[in-house]
């Protein structure tokens, strides 16, 4: 398996929706606690939709997901999005970060998410960008502490996933302007 150095990060567009489509069913499936959306969920989403959720391949859009691509494979995500309305349009969140399995400890997560934090930054306005994860997720949360997010708050039960709870803990990055 190639190094993260080895691995291309790329906005994805219409033209992946079926990849994604899958690689987040992929992600819904495996780790359902980490994730606020079900995977019964998911399958209601045609790929058509998919399709234009990532529309174009334009640079500078608000709203993005960003692919992690060997030769071969499409091996992780991440997405990020501005918050809409003008007492909010100064944050952006990040959301739906994942990495197959066999790619973690790889250092494709940090190579994502660097690539994401990045182009927020180039948003004009962006001051803060915010994410959640889930109190069980270790790995994940040391991730997005060494990129500088720190835990600001805790919301118990967040999610319910059959008879069990989930808690986060919510993070934020602030930018530098």
Do not use: C, N
Not at 40 to 67: C, F, N
Not at 150 to 156: A, L, S, T
Request: glycine share 10%; proline share 5%; hydrophobic share 40%.
């Amino acid at each position: 398996m190639p190094p993260a150095a080895q691995i291309e990060i790329r906005r994805l567009t219409a033209e992946d929706a079926h990849a994604y489509y899958g690689l987040r069913l992929e992600a819904l499936e495996r780790e359902p606690l980490a994730f606020a959306e079900s995977s019964e969920e998911h399958r209601g989403i045609t790929i058509e939709s998919m399709g234009k959720r990532l529309g174009s391949s334009e640079e500078g859009a608000e709203a993005l997901v960003l692919g992690a691509f060997t030769e071969d494979a499409f091996v992780g995500m991440a997405g990020l999005a501005r918050f809409t309305g003008p007492k909010k349009r100064h944050k952006a969140m990040i959301w739906g970060v994942y990495v197959k399995p066999e790619w973690r400890r790889k250092g494709i997560g940090r190579v994502l998410l660097t690539e994401i934090l990045e182009r927020a930054k180039a948003i004009p306005g962006i001051e803060q960008i915010m994410l959640t994860v889930a109190v069980e997720q270790i790995a994940a949360k040391k991730l997005y502490e060494s990129l500088g997010f720190e835990v600001y708050g805790r919301e118990p039960r967040t999610l319910k996933v059959g008879d069990r709870y989930v808690d986060e803990d919510l993070m934020v990055l602030p930018i530098a302007r």
